[in-house]
C-alpha cells in the first residue's frame, strides 16, 4: 500500500483558456464543457470524462481544479459533466435525481462518453470516468453499471456505500442533509452503491482519499478497494497522509 503522497511536478504556467459549454440531447439534456487552450492535443488523446462534486454544487469552471488543469497540460482531454441534478438548469434539471431516479444520471455519463466519441476523437478506446465526492460516486457508479466502456476509473474521496455513508458522515447537521437527499429506505441506497456492484468493474481503478476526512469517511475507499481485488480486477489505493475531504497541500491538490 501506498500510505502517502507528495507531488512535486515542475509546470509552465496554465492560461486560463476559454472552455466550450455543449448540451447533450438526452433524456435529461444535460451540459457538458471542454477547454480550448494553448495545450496541443494529439489527434487522439487520451480523455477523461470528469463529474464535479456535490450535486448541489453551483457548477465548478475546469480552473477549480489543479490537477485537471496539469492532465491538459499533458496532453489529456478533459470532459467536465453537469449530471442530472446539478443546480443551475431549472427546478426539474434539480430533482431528475432525486431518491429511486438517482442511478438515473449515470445515462448521462454514458451519453456524455458517446458525444467524446463522436465529436472529440475518433478512437474511443482510451476513455476513463473520473470524479470527486459525489462525482467519485457516479464515476465508480457508471464503471460498473458500464464497464465495458472505460479505459481506466479515478475515484478521488467518493462515495462507495450510501448506507454507511449516511451512518458515518460528520457533522451531523450534514447527516442530516443527506438523508433529506437521499432517503432511508436502505435496499433503495444499496442498490444505488458501487459495492453492491463491484463485480462488474472492469477497468483499472485508482482510488485516492484523504486519512484525515471527516466529510466521506476513508471506509468508503476501503470497502470499494476490498471488493475489486476481491474479483482480482486491478486497484491502486493512494491514502493521502493528513488531508481530509479537500486537499489543502500545495502539491497534493495536483491529485
Known amino acids: 500500500e501506498i500510505s502517502a503522497f507528495h507531488?512535486?511536478?515542475s509546470l509552465k504556467p496554465l492560461l486560463e483558456a476559454p472552455y466550450i459549454t455543449h448540451r447533450?440531447?438526452?433524456?435529461?439534456?444535460f451540459t457538458v464543457k471542454y477547454?480550448?487552450?494553448?495545450?496541443t492535443l494529439a489527434r487522439n488523446p487520451p480523455y477523461v470524462v470528469y463529474m464535479h462534486g456535490w450535486h448541489q454544487w453551483a457548477r465548478p469552471t475546469m480552473w477549480q481544479y489543479p490537477?485537471?488543469?496539469?492532465?491538459?497540460?499533458?496532453?489529456?482531454?478533459?470532459?467536465?459533466?453537469?449530471?442530472?441534478?446539478?443546480?443551475g438548469f431549472g427546478k426539474r434539471f434539480a430533482l431528475m435525481d432525486v431518491l429511486a431516479n438517482r442511478g438515473n444520471a449515470l445515462d448521462d455519463v454514458k451519453?456524455?462518453?458517446?458525444?467524446?466519441?463522436?465529436?472529440?476523437?475518433?478512437?474511443?478506446?482510451?476513455?476513463?470516468?473520473?470524479?470527486g465526492s459525489y462525482g467519485g460516486f457516479v464515476a465508480t457508479a457508471a464503471a460498473a453499471k458500464y464497464p465495458s466502456e472505460w479505459k481506466f476509473v479515478?475515484?478521488?474521496?467518493?462515495?462507495?456505500?450510501?448506507?454507511?455513508?449516511?451512518?458515518?458522515?460528520?457533522?451531523?447537521?450534514?447527516r442530516a442533509n443527506r438523508i433529506n437527499d437521499y432517503g432511508t429506505d436502505t435496499l433503495l441506497l444499496s442498490d444505488l452503491s458501487p459495492v453492491t456492484h463491484a463485480s462488474n468493474i472492469t477497468a483499472p481503478l485508482f482510488v485516492v482519499h484523504g486519512s484525515s476526512d471527516t466529510v466521506v469517511p476513508p471506509s468508503q475507499a476501503e470497502e470499494i478497494v476490498s471488493a475489486v481485488r476481491a474479483n482480482h480486477r486491478t486497484v491502486k489505493y493512494?491514502?493521502?497522509?493528513?488531508?481530509?475531504?479537500?486537499?489543502?497541500?500545495?502539491?497534493n491538490k495536483m491529485l
Not at 161 to 169: H, P, S
Not at 238 to 251: C, D, I
Open 67 to 87: 490537477g485537471l488543469q496539469l492532465l491538459r497540460s499533458m496532453g489529456v482531454g478533459v470532459l467536465m459533466v453537469d449530471v442530472r441534478g446539478t443546480p
Open 35 to 39: 477547454a480550448r487552450d494553448n495545450v
Open 7 to 9: 507531488f512535486a511536478p
Open 24 to 29: 447533450i440531447n438526452s433524456s435529461s439534456n
Open 238 to 251: 493512494l491514502s493521502v497522509h493528513g488531508e481530509g475531504h479537500r486537499f489543502r497541500g500545495a502539491y
Open 154 to 174: 479515478l475515484d478521488f474521496s467518493g462515495i462507495t456505500n450510501l448506507n454507511a455513508f449516511l451512518l458515518t458522515t460528520l457533522p451531523p447537521s450534514r
Open 111 to 131: 451519453a456524455a462518453k458517446d458525444f467524446v466519441c463522436a465529436s472529440l476523437v475518433s478512437d474511443c478506446s482510451n476513455i476513463g470516468v473520473a470524479g
